[in-house]
Structures are given as C-alpha cells and as structure tokens.
C-alpha cells in the first residue's frame, strides 16, 4: 500500500489478499458469485452485447437514409428497424450502461466498503436485465415492433402489427432490474461508508449516482404501469387511453414522459459523476465549488421530475401549462452549467496530462454543452413548434446520450480499467479513439441539425432529394463513429493478455478505490479504511507516465 494510502487508512480487520479474478474460474463462481465486482463485469458483457445489437439497427437506417428512396428496407422495416434501434439502447445500454457496470464496481471500493448492502439482490438485478433482454432478442427474432421506443397511444395499443405486448412486457420485466440497483445503491451509501466517510467527504460519482438512484426509485414504477396499462388496453381493450372508451391518449403522454424525462438524467447524471473524477485527476487539484457540484446533483434529480411537459407542446396541452413547463426546462439548465463551470474551474491552471480519459471528458463537455444549448432551444415554445418531431430534436437527444453518456461510460472505462482488470492499455491508441469518436459523432449528427432545422421529419426514410447531401455526410461520419467505438474493444482485450501490471494507482488519483490492488482483493481492501481527509485532497505525486502498455 502507497504511503499517501497510509494517510488516510488505519489498520483494522486483516482480510485474505487474493484478486477478486482469482477467486474461482468455473461458471458457477461466476454466475452466482455475490461479488459486486464480478456483477459489476457480466453486466459490462451483456451492455456491450446489447449496444452491438443497437448498433447494428443505426448501421441500417443509416445504410437506408443513404438515398431519398430509401431502397435497402421497406416502410415497415425501417419503422422496425429504428424501434428496435432505441428500445435496445435506451433500456438495455443507455439506462444500466454507467451504474451497473463502473457504479456497480468502484462504489463500494470509493466510500470503503467490501460490497454493497444486498449482494443477492445485485445478483438479481443482473438475471433481471438478462431475462427482460433474451424476451427483448425474441421479440427481434419473431419479426419486431414498429411503435418506436416511446409507444404512443393508440398506435401502440389499436393500430401497431408488431410484437407489442412481448416488447412492453421485456421493458417491464428491465425496470425491476433498475429499481433494485437503485435501492442497494442507496442503502449502501447510507450504511455502509467507511468510518471517517462523511457525506462531506464523498466523491462527486458518489453523489451522482445518489441522486440518480432516486430517480431509479421513484420514477421506473410510474413507467412499470403504464407499460401495464398499454398492453391492458391492447389485450383486453380496458379503456384507460381509448377516448372511444372514455379514455384519454395525452394521459400516456403524461405518465410516459413523468418518467422517460428524469430518464435523461439516469443516463447523464452518472455520466457527470465520471466526469467529475476524470477532471480533478487529470488537472490534479481538488474540483472547483465541491458542494456546488454535489448539490448541483441533487437539484438536476429534482427538478428533472417537474420538466415533462415541455414533449407536449403541440399536443394540444394548455399554453399556460406549456409556459410554466418551458420556465421549468430552462430552470434545470442552471445546476447542468454549474457543473460545467466547475470542470472548466477545475482545469485552470491544473497540472494537466493529456490522457486518454481526459480526452473523453473533454469530448464530453463539449458535445454536452452543444447538447444542453439546443435543449434550450426546444425549451422555448417559438422554435420547438418549428422543430418539433424533425431531425433537430433527433441530433439533440443523441449530442445528450450518446455524445454525452457513452463518451462518458468510454471514459471511465478508460480510467477505471486498470483497477477493474490489472492491466494497462495502448494509450497512444486510447487517444486516437477518443478523437475518432469526436470527430464521427460530430460528422453524424451535427448535419441533423440542419436537417431538422430546415424540415426533414425524423422517422421517415423517404425524404426529398435537397436533403441528400446532409444525409450522406451523416452515414459517413456514422461509419467514422463506428470505427472509434470498435477500436476499444480490441486494444482493451489485448491488453488483458498483453498489457503490462497495473500499479495500485496509475493516475496518481486521489479515492480508496486507488489505495487497494489493481485488481482489487476479494472483499476489496486488506484492512478495513478509515478516511480522515477531505475529497480530492491533492496533490499527491504526478505519475510520469499514465497507463501506457
């Protein structure tokens, strides 16, 4: 153990150092292991599974979009293709893609505990996601869905000729998956903090996924019966959004949205918890304004919930109803700049390494902020009314996810890697991956804007000619995209067998996850932590060089 360890650790409980990776290699040890951190890896492998199937649906709409004419699908294969597209990648990468594969990691190696609360619970959660996938799989296999990932009302419960039910019931099936992932990470949080570990000492990915396990809580129910209620009404035509019945079609609207809003921000809150560790350990020096952005945190959580409205300004909602929900969506933009504010802070004047992780975290902040202004944007009545429903709002919600979350989730990936496996990366080829990414993410959806802007329709693959040029530019950079996020996996696994020992702490970075061995023990740490320092309490000695195989 480093003597900056010793700092801030005194001996109690003496435990066996054996690697958590070391502890049984037969199937059952891994398929009902109790481990948070092997828990942690098969969701790692079923994301990366499911984001390669996703990934494969935007490969063919952007195959298709290619010509005006869309010659490669028919209209009900496109329609199926991009439901497909956003049903895996909302709920099966996006939702679970940073908590259960680096929360569900470095968690309770952050705040000194040897797992989290309910490890059989854990363990559950991941046979949950796994069960609602496979249904997810034969839904793909017996000939799709064709409601989108949103599944308005009614097509989705009169007018739909896809697997509808068995697509709601999968989505259904995921949500207790994220509602026991955020109890035990609560629980955890609570009562498992190593002595000495305040809330005023815990690290800032700590307070984001605290609050984004509040969402997890709060708002996955909501969308549970709905979903109920959509293949109630399909099934057995019970009336709930049938006006015909009585029923009301903006009321799935409404429920839909109360969850799928603050969704956002179960996608980007960890994301901005990643970039939080990226920043200070990359500038060396503790983050600008902590309370700022750990309450910043909080307040996104919150407001996130009061914001739903603003999907329904021109579905016939009351204008003052639409006033206060574009007051509220702009509202929640202050505690996002907050935080950016605070990494540009943080950076001032840093002792900076340019490393692969700051390569993405600077990626992020900038595709976020482009994300975040055009939000503003659709917040205001004038223009989304213009906007509404085109390639505008498409580009914005993927600048938010996937330029931020997955850039974001490569990121700590990255960092987090040799803690996670032991080993170092190629970093020259990190760092030209993280360009890549830039660059085709940019290349792909920065021409959507345009798009939108000038009146392309999302959701349509037969457009007029004048927008051809747009679209190729986009399927090229697509295909750009494509290569970046296919590098990681090869350089990452050749360095599981290639890549030279990992130190306990490469980055010279400040947490308990870095005071333990790179792979950590068993039960994590060889005598039980006691914190008696403030978060980010550098400087600790500057590595020379950083994770370089």
Same mark, same amino acid.
């Given at each position: 153990?480093?003597?900056?360890?010793?700092?801030?650790?005194?001996?109690?409980?003496?435990?066996?150092?054996?690697?958590?990776?070391?502890?049984?290699?037969?199937?059952?040890?891994?398929?009902?292991?109790?481990?948070?951190?092997?828990?942690?890896?098969?969701?790692?492998?079923?994301?990366?599974?499911?984001?390669?199937?996703?990934?494969? &649906?935007?490969?063919?709409?952007?195959?298709?979009?290619?010509?005006?004419?869309?010659?490669?699908?028919?209209?009900?294969?496109?329609?199926?293709?991009?439901?497909?597209?956003?049903?895996?990648?909302?709920?099966?990468?996006?939702?679970?893609?940073?908590?259960?594969?680096?929360?569900?990691?470095?968690?309770?190696?952050?705040?000194? &505990?040897?797992?989290?609360?309910?490890?059989?619970?854990?363990?559950?959660?991941?046979?949950?996601?796994?069960?609602?996938?496979?249904?997810?799989?034969?839904?793909?296999?017996?000939?799709?869905?064709?409601?989108?990932?949103?599944?308005?009302?009614?097509?989705?419960?009169?007018?739909?000729?896809?697997?509808?039910?068995?697509?709601?019931?999968?989505?259904?099936?995921?949500?207790?998956?994220?509602?026991?992932?955020?109890?035990?990470?609560?629980?955890?949080?609570?009562?498992?903090?190593?002595?000495?570990?305040?809330?005023?000492?815990?690290?800032?990915?700590?307070?984001?996924?605290?609050?984004?396990?509040?969402?997890?809580?709060?708002?996955?129910?909501?969308?549970?019966?709905?979903?109920?209620?959509?293949?109630?009404?399909?099934?057995?035509?019970?009336?709930?959004?049938?006006?015909?019945?009585?029923?009301?079609?903006?009321?799935?609207?409404?429920?839909?949205?109360?969850?799928?809003?603050?969704?956002?921000?179960?996608?980007?809150?960890?994301?901005?918890?990643?970039?939080?560790?990226?920043?200070?350990?990359?500038?060396?020096?503790?983050?600008?304004?902590?309370?700022?952005?750990?309450?910043?945190?909080?307040?996104?959580?919150?407001?996130?919930?009061?914001?739903?409205?603003?999907?329904?300004?021109?579905?016939?909602?009351?204008?003052?109803?639409?006033?206060?929900?574009?007051?509220?969506?702009?509202?929640?933009?202050?505690?996002?700049?907050?935080?950016?504010?605070?990494?540009? &802070?943080?950076?001032?004047?840093?002792?900076?390494?340019?490393?692969?992780?700051?390569?993405?975290?600077?990626?992020?902040?900038?595709?976020?902020?482009?994300?975040?202004?055009?939000?503003?944007?659709?917040?205001?009545?004038?223009?989304?009314?213009?906007?509404?429903?085109?390639?505008?709002?498409?580009?914005?919600?993927?600048?938010?996810?996937?330029?931020?979350?997955?850039?974001?989730?490569?990121?700590?990936?990255?960092?987090?890697?040799?803690?996670?496996?032991?080993?170092?990366?190629?970093?020259?080829?990190?760092?030209?991956?993280?360009?890549?990414?830039?660059?085709?993410?940019?290349?792909?959806?920065?021409?959507?804007?345009?798009?939108?802007?000038?009146?392309?329709?999302?959701?349509?693959?037969?457009?007029?000619?004048?927008?051809?040029?747009?679209?190729?530019?986009?399927?090229?950079?697509?295909?750009?995209?494509?290569?970046?996020?296919?590098?990681? &996996?090869?350089?990452?696994?050749?360095?599981?067998?290639?890549?030279?020992?990992?130190?306990?702490?490469?980055?010279?970075?400040?947490?308990?996850?870095?005071?333990?061995?790179?792979?950590?023990?068993?039960?994590?740490?060889?005598?039980?932590?006691?914190?008696?320092?403030?978060?980010?309490?550098?400087?600790?000695?500057?590595?020379?060089?950083?994770?370089?195989?």
């Amino acid at each position: 153990m480093s003597d900056a360890a010793l700092d801030i650790y005194k001996p109690d409980e003496e435990v066996e150092d054996v690697s958590y990776l070391r502890a049984g290699h037969s199937l059952r040890s891994w398929f009902f292991t109790t481990d948070h951190k092997r828990i942690a890896i098969l969701y790692l492998a079923s994301i990366t599974f499911f984001f390669l199937i996703g990934g494969i &649906a935007a490969a063919l709409i952007r195959l298709d979009l290619l010509t005006p004419a869309g010659d490669l699908m028919t209209n009900e294969g496109y329609n199926r293709a991009f439901s497909l597209h956003g049903i895996i990648m909302v709920w099966f990468f996006l939702i679970p893609s940073i908590p259960n594969t680096i929360g569900n990691f470095v968690i309770p190696l952050m705040i000194g &505990a040897r797992d989290l609360a309910f490890p059989r619970l854990n363990l559950l959660s991941w046979y949950i996601y796994i069960i609602a996938g496979f249904i997810t799989l034969a839904v793909v296999l017996g000939g799709g869905v064709d409601t989108g990932w949103t599944f308005y009302t009614p097509l989705s419960t009169m007018y739909a000729n896809g697997m509808v039910v068995a697509t709601v019931i999968a989505v259904f099936i995921s949500g207790f998956s994220t509602i026991l992932t955020g109890l035990n990470f609560i629980a955890t949080i609570h009562k498992l903090r190593a002595p000495g570990m305040t809330w005023s000492r815990l690290p800032l990915f700590i307070w984001s996924h605290y609050a984004v396990s509040i969402i997890f809580v709060l708002a996955t129910p909501v969308l549970a019966i709905t979903l109920l209620l959509v293949a109630g009404e399909r099934l057995f035509g019970i009336g709930v959004f049938d006006p015909a019945l009585g029923g009301d079609p903006l009321l799935f609207q409404h429920l839909f949205w109360f969850y799928s809003h603050p969704a956002v921000y179960i996608m980007v809150l960890p994301a901005m918890g990643v970039i939080s560790e990226l920043i200070t350990s990359a500038a060396h020096k503790r983050i600008f304004g902590y309370w700022f952005v750990a309450i910043a945190s909080i307040a996104i959580a919150v407001i996130g919930f009061l914001v739903w409205g603003h999907h329904m300004f021109v579905s016939g909602q009351s204008i003052y109803a639409s006033a206060v929900f574009s007051f509220l969506s702009i509202a929640v933009a202050v505690p996002s700049a907050i935080k950016v504010y605070n990494w540009t &802070a943080t950076l001032y004047k840093g002792d900076i390494m340019i490393d692969a992780p700051l390569l993405f975290a600077m990626g992020f902040i900038g595709l976020f902020v482009a994300g975040g202004l055009t939000g503003l944007m659709l917040a205001m009545l004038a223009i989304d009314v213009h906007v509404h429903d085109t390639y505008f709002v498409v580009a914005h919600f993927h600048y938010i996810m996937v330029g931020g979350t997955v850039t974001a989730f490569f990121g700590a990936l990255h960092y987090w890697w040799p803690k996670i496996t032991g080993r170092l990366y190629n970093e020259m080829l990190a760092r030209i991956a993280a360009i890549v990414i830039l660059v085709g993410f940019n290349l792909t959806f920065f021409p959507q804007f345009m798009l939108g802007y000038e009146g392309m329709p999302r959701r349509y693959h037969v457009y007029p000619p004048e927008f051809q040029l747009l679209q190729v530019f986009s399927s090229a950079g697509a295909g750009l995209l494509a290569v970046g996020y296919a590098m990681p &996996a090869f350089y990452l696994l050749w360095s599981l067998r290639r890549g030279a020992r990992a130190p306990a702490n490469p980055w010279g970075a400040t947490g308990l996850e870095w005071t333990t061995s790179s792979p950590p023990p068993k039960h994590n740490f060889t005598q039980q932590p006691v914190v008696v320092r403030g978060p980010y309490d550098y400087p600790l000695e500057h590595p020379a060089s950083r994770a370089n195989a």
